[in-house]
């Protein structure tokens, strides 16, 4: 039970560096860098890094969901057991799935077919839909991270 716990421990926090580091570096480092570029030269970075960048959003959540809920059933012995820190953390997480999931469906499906349209005005404003479900998730990603790195010392 130790390896399985020090494994799905590993791995849940690899996948939450993944997806939350990858959200703050978009966020705060690429988003301003590309600001000031031609909108068709910006939407295409876009478009590009969302190509790149969704594939491991999508296998994170599958590792966080199969780690954090193996944790919950094989080390701490059900939801009983678990802390407060791991119910909020679920809820949380939960929800950034969710918005991800949306922001997946809606938006970037809408921005995917406007690029190809080269419908600039359309791109920008599901690229503008994103940027606010990242700014989100992201702020719930880091809110996240620190319940389950204090969680456990809260008393």
Same mark, same amino acid.
């Given at each position: 039970?130790?390896? %399985?716990?020090?494994?799905?421990?590993?791995?849940?926090?690899?996948?939450?560096?993944?997806?939350?580091?990858?959200?703050?570096?978009?966020?705060?480092?690429?988003?301003p860098a590309a600001g000031p570029m031609e909108p068709a030269d910006r939407?295409?970075?876009?478009?590009?890094?969302?190509?790149? %960048? %969704?594939?491991?959003?999508?296998?994170?959540?599958?590792?966080?969901?199969?780690?954090?809920?193996?944790?919950?059933?094989?080390?701490?012995?059900?939801?009983?057991?678990?802390?407060?820190?791991?119910?909020?953390?679920?809820?949380?997480?939960?929800?950034?799935?969710?918005?991800?999931?949306?922001?997946?469906?809606?938006?970037?499906?809408?921005?995917?077919?406007?690029?190809?349209?080269?419908?600039?005005?359309?791109?920008?404003?599901?690229?503008?839909?994103?940027?606010?479900?990242?700014?989100?998730?992201?702020?719930?990603?880091?809110?996240?991270?620190?319940?389950?790195?204090?969680?456990?010392?809260?008393?």
């Open positions: 039970m130790r390896l %399985f716990a020090i494994v799905a421990l590993g791995l849940h926090s690899l996948a939450a560096i993944v997806w939350v580091g990858g959200m703050f570096f978009a966020y705060m480092c690429l988003r939407l295409g970075l876009w478009g590009r890094s969302f190509e790149r %960048f %969704f594939p491991w959003v999508w296998a994170s959540v599958v590792v966080l969901l199969a780690s954090g809920y193996g944790m919950i059933f094989f080390v701490f012995g059900g939801f009983g057991s678990a802390g407060v820190h791991v119910h909020l953390m679920q809820a949380t997480g939960l929800l950034m799935i969710l918005l991800f999931m949306h922001l997946w469906f809606v938006p970037y499906r809408r921005f995917k077919k406007a690029l190809a349209a080269n419908d600039q005005a359309e791109a920008g404003r599901n690229l503008n839909q994103i940027r606010m479900i990242v700014a989100i998730n992201l702020t719930l990603g880091l809110l996240t991270a620190i319940l389950g790195t204090t969680g456990r010392y809260w008393g």
